[in-house]
């Protein structure tokens, strides 16, 4: 290479580090277009309390299977490991076949079975947010957003309190689906940041929303960021609260599905499917 070209290249890679840094973006956290996609994502709800077919346990808590290209990944383990171990053999979800697990966040019921993995799968790395508290398992302490694999990505830990991240899938031709554990930093908030790391539309948002005690006004603040955001599948599980949940169903009749235990989401560019 010529030495003026040498020269010039290393000054505009000096900038372009200097601009990156100036952006306030952690080392290894993926820019807008570095996430990537997969062609289909598939949610599987394992554990929640609402209920949902036969057979399967309810428990307070949120646990689901989330199959995102060629990977799967479990995201939180609901409150025990009996009501992972039990709900998992009804849905036919092997647990040993998981290739790493996101933690959203400390809180019993979310993290309460993941012990079952000791014993079912050892290996399994789990993506935690800071202080998360998890033992006898390979622990991953996420300080930003961390990409797992092609399409797949965390939202990074935000504060509620506590420390929670939720997890995003980049589907081709779709934009991206959000799952939450229990949302403490705000699902408006959370689906603002899958929107920002993936580039995309934020198509799908399901998971625990902690809106309990919320007013009309947060809820009606949550409803226009979810639409402004492009939600096409809107799914208040786990803590979201019965009033939440019949809100999102009359303001956003079109997004909204009200799933519980054992519910499933299918995305791909083809079609948006719920089942119960
Ligand atoms: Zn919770
Ligand atoms: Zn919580």
Request: charged fraction near 15%; hydrophobic fraction near 45%.
């Amino acid at each position: 290479m010529d030495r003026r070209i040498a020269a010039a290249a290393a000054a505009a890679a000096v900038l372009l580090a200097l601009l990156w840094a100036a952006g306030g973006r952690p080392s290894g956290e993926p820019g807008p277009g570095e996430v990537g996609s997969v062609p289909s994502a598939r949610i599987t709800i394992l554990v929640d309390n609402n209920p949902g077919a036969p057979g399967l346990r309810t428990a307070w808590g949120f646990s689901a299977l989330v199959e995102a290209g060629d990977l799967v990944i479990l995201f939180d383990g609901g409150p025990s490991p009996e009501t992972l171990r039990e709900n998992a053999e009804a849905l036919g979800v092997d647990l040993s076949e998981v290739d790493l697990v996101v933690l959203s966040h400390c809180h019993g019921d979310h993290a309460g079975g993941l012990s079952l993995l000791r014993e079912v799968n050892p290996g399994a790395t789990v993506y935690a947010p800071p202080g998360a508290g998890v033992e006898g398992l390979p622990v991953v302490e996420c300080r930003s957003p961390a990409r797992l694999g092609p399409g797949v990505v965390t939202t990074g830990p935000m504060y509620g309190p506590p420390w929670e991240q939720g997890l995003v899938v980049n589907v081709t031709g779709v934009g991206a689906v959000l799952i939450t554990g229990c949302a403490h930093p705000g699902v408006d908030s959370m689906a603002e940041r899958a929107a920002e790391l993936t580039g995309s539309r934020v198509a799908v948002v399901l998971g625990g929303f902690h809106l309990g005690g919320a007013s009309e006004q947060r809820l009606e603040q949550i409803a226009r960021v979810l639409e402004s955001l492009g939600a096409e599948l809107v799914v208040p599980v786990h803590c979201s609260g019965d009033r939440a949940r019949a809100f999102v169903s009359e303001r956003m009749p079109g997004a909204y599905a009200g799933l519980g235990v054992g519910g499933r989401v299918e995305v791909s560019a083809l079609e948006i499917s719920v089942s119960p």
